[in-house]
């Protein structure tokens, strides 16, 4: 499967962002997720939609303030990020994977296939 990242851009602390993450085959198939890289950093954990489950599982830190939602029906994943800070600052990228193993489900060696990565860039 092939994923497209898009949505990022500039923003101001506080403000809000939409990503969306296109994919070529059946969201219904895989497992979603978010993952994000700041300069210097290792790529971290956002978000993940597991195949059979109606709700996500975030990161400690975007928890209450990240969304994550899947509509199958456009093979789409999206990411409403609210209250950003500049923290949050990074590439984002939208990872996917037919079997996720739970003990890595919250890394990337969890995950096959991933995006081109949007930038988000935020100001305090």
């Known amino acids: 499967v092939q994923l497209q990242a898009s949505g990022g851009g500039p923003v101001q602390a506080g403000d809000s962002l939409r990503l969306s993450c296109a994919a070529s085959?059946?969201?219904?198939?895989?497992?979603m997720g978010w993952f994000r890289q700041a300069p210097g950093k290792e790529r971290e954990f956002v978000a993940l939609f597991r195949r059979s489950s109606s709700t996500a599982d975030y990161a400690d830190s975007v928890k209450g303030r990240f969304t994550m939602s899947r509509v199958n029906s456009k093979n789409t994943v999206y990411l409403q990020m609210n209250s950003l800070k500049p923290e949050d600052t990074a590439v984002y990228y939208c990872a996917a994977s037919t079997l996720i193993h739970s003990a890595v489900s919250d890394s990337p060696l969890g995950y096959r296939y991933w995006g081109q990565g949007t930038l988000v860039t935020v100001s305090s």
């Open positions: 085959g059946r969201t219904s198939n895989y497992h």
